[in-house]
Nanobody, 126 residues
Framework: VQLQAFGGGLVQAGGSLRLSCATSGRPSRMYAMGWFRQASGKEREFVARIRMTAGDTYYADSVEGRFTISRDNAKNTVYLQMNSLNSEDTAVYYC????????????????????WGQGTEVTVSS
């Protein structure tokens, strides 16, 4: 499986961006997909997760109410709509996928996912 993330870029504080992540290859269906991010000099952190069939979502406190994760199962794609961006959101964003359901008990753990994308950079200027 390959994950390809798109949509990163430079945006002013208060602005919005939408990231996309498409999967290709097999297995074609994922149990859950999500996003992590890593800012320069900081540890990687969980951002959001969605279960692909049920559609339920889970967010980090730092993005709750500003970011929205959604999916299009027909396209095997997950999106991250990011609003009210601030400098703290500057990071490389990584798309992740769980094909087995292992994230059920470990939603925020990087290694609970079994596929990881290459990352897309988001820079928020103040």
């Amino acid at each position: 499986v390959q994950l390809q993330a798109f949509g990163g870029g430079l945006v002013q504080a208060g602005g919005s961006l939408r990231l996309s992540c498409a999967t290709s290859g097999r297995p074609s269906r994922m149990y859950a997909m999500g996003w992590f991010r890593q800012a320069s000099g900081k540890e990687r952190e969980f951002v959001a997760r969605i279960r692909m069939t049920a559609g339920d979502t889970y967010y980090a406190d730092s993005v709750e109410g500003r970011f929205t994760i959604s999916r299009d199962n027909a396209k095997n794609t997950v999106y991250l709509q990011m609003n009210s961006l601030n400098s703290e959101d500057t990071a490389v964003y990584y798309c992740v996928a769980d094909s087995t359901g292992r994230t059920t008990g470990w939603r925020t753990r990087w290694l609970s996912y079994d596929y990881w994308g290459q990352g897309t950079e988001v820079t928020v200027s103040s």
